[in-house]
């Protein structure tokens, strides 16, 4: 299997690429703290699928099969920097 590219988030390790963005992760990870991960992970989907992120697919250079999917990282960071606040809100509502 070829190397990941480094850019990319892997969609199926969101979840932990967002408690690393929060500064939480393992036995740090309070309810509270989970809650609003998953609130990301949820304003991230729709944000994809409304078009504001794209979700990426890499596949293998070789054989052309499809490897896996991911976000390219840096769009996610600027997705949160930008809408963290209201995201916050909606989890507490």
Not at 13 to 33: A, E, M, N, P, W
Not at 34 to 61: C, N, W
Not at 64 to 91: K, M, T, W
């Amino acid at each position: 299997m070829p190397k990941w590219p480094d850019h990319l988030v892997d969609s199926s390790r969101l979840y932990t690429f967002l408690t690393d963005h929060l500064g939480i992760s393992g036995q740090s990870v309070t309810t509270r703290k989970h809650h609003l991960a998953f609130s990301m992970e949820r304003a991230v989907e729709r944000a994809r699928q409304s078009g504001q992120i794209r979700r990426y697919t890499v596949k293998d250079p070789a054989s052309g099969d499809v490897v896996g999917q991911g976000y390219n990282r840096d769009e996610l960071v600027q997705f949160l920097s930008r809408n963290r606040a209201s995201i916050e809100r909606e989890d507490q509502a």
